[in-house]
């Protein structure tokens, strides 16, 4: 059997030694067989592993250095001995059947009573086990340091120092109170019953011993529910009721004001909660209570980032279900204070301030150190100058640097060039907002090769449309490539369809000429999306929109004669595209036909002439055209 | 870039917690110790040394007071503390083995912290780690600092400040942790105690010390600022950039001062010019102390109504914490005895004060200044109108002309009187403490 597998069997011993512990008496059968087995299975394995010492944390096992890892089998025995303190177990081979039995009945003691009696050496302290030695945590280590592991067993502790009714033990666990809370999650708070009735008890016992420290602990509960509120579900918060039971309406009062100072984030989800685990109470006389406290010793006007909080919180919670008597409450108290009557630190004006000034000194400085210095400044200021949507300073910036390149300011030219770099940068790999659009401007050389750019509108899954700005900007002289590129996407139909959307959405001369070259390439579905977007445009081109008018489709034909009808001027070339055409023996009359529809669907006025020429077409073959033409000019009432 | 700090110095208290509670030969340290190893990597990629101070009860790296996480490892913070550990530099280089060396190093007893810690780490191999006290006096602002402490901090306050104003007037690195902590016990001092230290700052003005003003300009602001209801780290941003908002005077006046020669017009436009001075020059500290000295610097006298200096065309409205700290420059310097001038009484400088209010000063601004400082500032020493002589103890901010005193002479008359309570009672006049006030002012000591 190799090691892995004797180790395996020992721990399977262990836990099957203490589940018969757990339910039989020291004296059972079951439990000495088991205890037998045990004995057995250690003595092989100190045959492979001497000294056999495991270690223990709150989820895992560790033998000779190394974490034991089946599952949840090793965590589940871990857990099972962290509770109950132990550190780790040293095995050493002459272990007795009987001290095996003392040391099982001791461990598989409820955790409260081993907790109670002092730990787990101390029971066992009585009963001399010479060769097991159980190495204990000390929690009051714990509590001097604040450890976030003790978070599994605090409830206990807090049970612990109630019991013992001892002050130095209450006042220990309530001055750690905050940093035990700290670092719980809703679960080891509200996952069972017990700690919420611990923490209970433990308030109710502090409330009589020391007020001061209850009121930190409450205030310490409350703002954890705070900063825990999204993840709070209504039977969680049901638990929660329980904890603030001892609390009074004046408790309350000054609750919601150390909220409201101390959250940063006190919000209307916030109030609610606060409704909620104060409902037992009477509300308005908290509310009261609360206004009362403000008005005597606070000086709201004073504290503006509470008379904000207050501000934000009344503005969101209009017709929401807020309770009327806090809503009324809060809007009193800050009634009278007007948003701009508040002296507020603003750090954005902060911000902006600061940037002007580095730009003043980019401004008016001659000294090359210090406009280097300024320069190097500034740079640092880019990214967070867009992320503050500063831009009225951007636009400052740019100009002044294009001025000051002008005069021949190193700092300022090289400034410029990186600013430029960075835009450039922003939109080939971020993302610019419709209102940020105007940055592309500032970009005045690439500092990235024409094939980045090119990739990026070729290769990208969706065509980035500043890219492809910014593209026809930097290299205006090297469409060639860009061409060479897209002829090998007109395969691509659903690129060239999203591409041609793109392209609509920005009306650039050179828009258009990619638009013409798709269309003369692609087929009809990709050929009606141009035209589409080409409607869009600002400007047409009507001699090449004219010149595609010889086409069988009727519905491109319809289209095209759509937008010509924009252009005036091209009323003539188009009517002589659309009718005078030879059509020896009504060949062409089926076209001709279509191009009446058209003409009529579009009201084009202007074919009354071609229309009346064409119902004086003699020959029974043009009688079809005759008559619709004929048709058409009665509904346009010119027969 | 900064919560890589935060995660290496989280990772260091916890490492230290784990260590306490599971021994280092325990697996589990080893755990903590490579995340502890990685968090520092990481954080050291970004840095080439990462100082943390550990200040009052609060943690400072670079520019910035973590307040937040201060907040969370406050235990852990003490335990430091306890242990005369108030700095940490991590180098880069640093390595798993030093840093075990130096876990195993806190976790000892306490008792176990006696002689240089330093010495110990070079003896270990440990050169990428070095900790120690900060540079002070060891003052905290815990709240029984005796008055003697706390004048003992106010002196060692201003000298800080002579240093750290001369280390930028000389371009050098200054100890800004050293400066904070400074700032953070007159901040803590002020929240407890702020009679005594505002009392210091009317009456240690009189002392012929060159950075008293600077002090003074930085005790009002912070003082000021909180009141308004400004949170801890805005108030002591505040205060630092006070102490560095005349720095470009300072530069100009010690290079043109020592000139024998008649000062030329462009001579003269340089002191004038010393806003932008000290904005140029506390840029190079921006790492450091944040950007705030940069705009009080440029901005103190640039007026609310925009009609002071400098006067560029690229300017915003003055800013608040610059609002704060002019009135506060303007107050201190019209208060104090200055070469050219005789000290001004409280109700003279009030006066010359208010025709600016509302041009120079933002009127609200204002008024609340008074109105938190009072118009016979805490310490002064007046004359009522019964003839006796009393010190002004505590304002009352519904009536700023009439705060509560306390009668020292004649010595039968001793008491304290609120004067909003008693209407019989005015104050007359103010003694100066250089003349005829200064036998009263040893009654206050």
């Known amino acids: 059997m190799n090691n892995e597998k004797i180790l395996e069997e020992f721990f399977q011993a262990l836990r099957v030694t203490l589940t018969t512990a757990f339910s039989y008496s020291k004296d059972h059968p079951y439990f000495i067989k088991s205890v037998e087995n045990f004995k057995l299975k250690t003595e092989d394995t100190l045959l492979v592993l001497s000294p056999l010492k495991v270690g223990i944390t709150s989820s895992e096992l560790m033998v000779n250095g190394e974490s034991l890892t089946k599952g949840g089998f090793y965590n589940e025995l871990a857990h099972l001995l962290h509770q109950r303190k132990i550190k780790s177990i040293e095995i050493t081979s002459g272990a007795s059947v009987e001290e095996l039995v003392q040391f099982f009945s001791v461990i598989s003691l409820p955790q409260k009573e081993i907790l109670k009696a002092g730990g787990v050496n101390a029971i066992l302290g009585k009963d001399k086990i010479a060769n097991i030695v159980v190495d204990e945590l000390d929690y009051s280590v714990f509590l001097q340091g604040g450890g976030k592991e003790c978070t599994d067993i605090w409830g206990y502790m807090l049970k612990d120092a109630v019991q013992r009714n001892d002050s130095v033990k209450l006042n220990e666990v309530a001055d750690n109170f905050g940093t035990f809370i700290e670092h719980s999650n809703e679960n080891d708070i509200v996952g069972g019953e017990e700690v919420p009735e611990s923490i209970n008890e433990f308030l109710t016992c502090l409330k009589d011993k020391n007020k001061e420290k209850f009121d930190k602990c409450s205030r310490e509960v409350f703002l954890w529910l705070l900063r825990n509120k999204n993840s709070l579900d209504e039977e969680k918060l049901s638990k929660l009721k329980l904890v603030f039971n001892s609390l009074e309406h004046e408790d309350f009062s000054t609750l919601l004001w150390d909220g409201l100072i101390h959250e940063d984030n006190f919000d209307a989800i916030s109030l609610q909660l606060f409704s909620k685990i104060s409902e037992q109470k009477n509300a308005p006389k908290i509310a009261e209570g609360f206004f009362n406290k403000i008005n005597q010793s606070q000086n709201l006007k004073d504290n503006p980032n509470v008379v904000k909080k207050i501000q934000d919180l009344l503005g969101a919670t209009q017709g929401t279900q807020l309770s009327a008597v806090y809503y009324n409450t809060l809007k009193s108290l800050i009634k009278g204070i007007s948003p701009s009557g508040v002296m507020a630190f603003d750090q954005e004006k902060l911000k902006e301030n600061y940037r002007y000034i580095v730009l003043s000194m980019l401004s008016f400085n001659d000294d090359e150190d210090n406009l280097k210095l300024a320069a190097g400044i500034m740079e640092l200021e880019f990214a967070s100058a867009l992320e503050d949507n500063a831009f009225g300073f951007l636009k400052d910036l740019h100009r002044l640097l294009l001025e000051r390149k002008k005069e021949g300011i190193a700092a300022c030219i090289d400034l410029e060039k990186k600013f430029s770099a960075f835009i450039e940068d922003i939109v080939l790999n971020k993302s610019l907002a419709v209102e940020q659009e105007f940055l592309i401007e500032m970009v005045s050389s690439p500092a990235q090769e024409i094939d980045v750019y090119l990739d990026r509108i070729f290769n990208d899954p969706e065509i980035n449309r500043h890219v492809l700005i910014l593209f026809f900007r930097l290299f205006p002289e090297n469409l060639e490539l860009f061409y060479q590129r897209l002829a090998q996407k007109l395969q691509d139909m659903e690129f060239l369809h999203n591409f041609v959307l793109v392209l609509g959405q920005f009306d650039a001369p050179i828009s258009l000429g990619i638009l013409e070259y798709i269309y003369s390439l692609a087929n009809e579905l990709v050929k009606l999306e141009v035209l589409k977007v080409m409607r869009k445009l600002e400007k047409i081109d009507s001699v090449f929109l004219v010149g595609q008018l010889n086409t069988d489709s009727f519905l491109l034909r319809k289209n095209l004669c759509s937008i010509l009808s924009l252009a005036a001027q091209s009323n003539d070339a188009v009517l002589n595209s659309l009718f005078e055409i030879r059509s020896p023996f009504g060949r062409k009359n089926v076209f001709l036909l279509e191009n009446m529809q058209i003409v009529f669907d579009l009201k084009f006025i202007e074919a009354v002439k071609n229309l009346r020429n064409l119902s004086h077409r003699r020959f029974f073959w043009n009688r079809k055209l005759r008559n619709r033409a004929k048709q058409i000019l009665k509904e346009w009432n010119v027969l | ?445």
């Not at chain 2, 300017?315 to 050219?340: F, P, T």
């Open chain 2, 1 to 445: 870039m900064f919560s890589k700090v935060e995660v290496a110095f989280r990772s260091l208290l916890s490492c230290l917690q784990v260590i306490k509670m599971y021994g280092s030969s325990h697996p589990m340290f080893q755990k903590s110790l490579d995340s502890l190893a990685l968090a520092f990597d990481e954080a050291l990629a970004l840095h080439p040394e990462i100082v943390i101070g550990i200040i009052g009860e609060e943690l400072a790296f670079e520019k910035d007071i973590l307040f937040e996480l201060g907040k969370f490892l406050r235990p852990a913070i003490l335990y430091l503390k306890d242990r005369n550990i108030e700095r940490f530099a991590f180098s880069r280089g640093l390595n798993k083995e030093e840093l075990r060396i130096f876990i195993d190093f806190l976790a000892r007893p306490k008792e176990d912290f006696k002689g240089d810690s330093q010495v110990l780490f070079n003896l270990a191999g440990v050169e990428h780690i070095s900790v120690g006290k900060l540079k002070i006096d060891g003052e905290t602002g815990s709240k029984n600092v005796s008055k003697v402490k706390r004048i003992n901090l106010y002196d060692s306050s201003a000298e800080k400040i002579g240093l750290a104003l001369n280390g930028v007037l000389n371009s050098e690195k200054i100890d800004h942790l050293a400066l904070k902590f400074s700032l953070s016990n007159i901040m803590e001092s002020l929240s407890v105690q702020h009679h005594e230290m505002l009392r210091l700052a009317t009456v240690k003005r009189y002392d012929v010390e060159t950075y008293a003003h600077m002090l003074n300009v930085a005790i009002f602001s912070m003082y000021f600022s909180s009141r308004l209801g400004f949170d801890k780290a805005n108030v002591l941003n505040i205060g630092m950039a006070a102490m560095f908002h005349d720095i470009g005077k300072l530069f100009i006046s010690r290079k043109l001062l020592h000139k024998s020669e008649k000062l030329t017009d462009q001579e003269f436009g340089r002191i004038k010019s010393h806003t932008f001075l000290g904005a140029e020059m506390m840029l190079r500290y921006v790492d450091t102390l944040g950007i705030l000295p940069v705009v009080i610097s440029f901005e103190h006298h640039l007026k609310y109504d925009s009609t002071g200096y400098p006067r560029l065309p690229l300017l915003r409205k003055q800013h608040i914490a610059s609002s704060i700290v002019a009135i506060c420059d303007v107050y201190d310097a019209l208060s104090q005895r200055r070469g050219y001038k005789q000290d001004y009484s409280p109700d003279v400088v009030y006066g010359i004060m208010e025709k600016d209010r509302g041009t120079a000063f933002e009127p609200e601004l204002f008024d609340r200044f008074f109105r938190f400082i009072g118009f016979w500032p805490i310490g002064a020493v007046v004359a009522l109108s019964d003839g006796s002589i009393a010190l002004v103890r505590e304002q009352n901010e519904s009536e700023i002309r009439r705060p509560i005193v306390e009668i020292v002479s004649p010595i039968e008359k001793k008491r304290k009187v609120d004067l909003i309570k008693d209407y019989s009672l005015n104050i007359e006049r103010y003694l100066n403490p250089w003349k005829e006030g200064k036998e009263y002012l040893a009654l206050e000591q």
